[in-house]
């Protein structure tokens, strides 16, 4: 399984961001789909997941409202759409894979994301 996640930059507070997730390497229709985030100094946490067979989501309080997470089946791809940008969501945001959703095994390599005030 390989992840290859891409999209970050640097954005002024309020703007918007896509973060992308290509997936390949196998079939992944049990797979729950996560993101995650770590910033400088702090330690990993969880952003959002999408499972990829009936698209159901889950988000972190700190983000709901303003990123949706979704994915297009056709192109094994996960998208993180993040609106409203804060500086402290400042952080390299990592897309990982879990297995019939038991433990994310499987990780990209990371894109960073910064918000400028």
């Known amino acids: 399984v390989q992840l290859q996640a891409s999209g970050g930059g640097l954005v002024q507070a309020g703007g918007s961001l896509r973060l992308s997730c290509a997936a390949s390497?196998?079939?992944?229709?049990?797979?729950?789909m996560g993101w995650f985030r770590q910033a400088p100094g702090k330690e990993r946490e969880f952003v959002a997941r999408i499972t990829w067979s009936g698209g159901s989501t889950l988000y972190a309080d700190s983000v709901k409202g303003r990123f949706t997470v979704s994915r297009d089946n056709a192109k094994n791809t996960v998208y993180l759409q993040m609106n409203s940008l804060k500086p402290e969501d400042t952080a390299v945001y990592y897309c990982?894979?879990?297995?019939?959703?038991?433990?994310?095994?499987?990780w990209g390599q990371g894109t960073q994301v910064t918000v400028s005030s």
């Open positions: 390497g196998r079939t992944f229709s049990s797979y729950v």
């Open positions: 990982a894979a879990a297995p019939a959703g038991v433990r994310y095994e499987y």
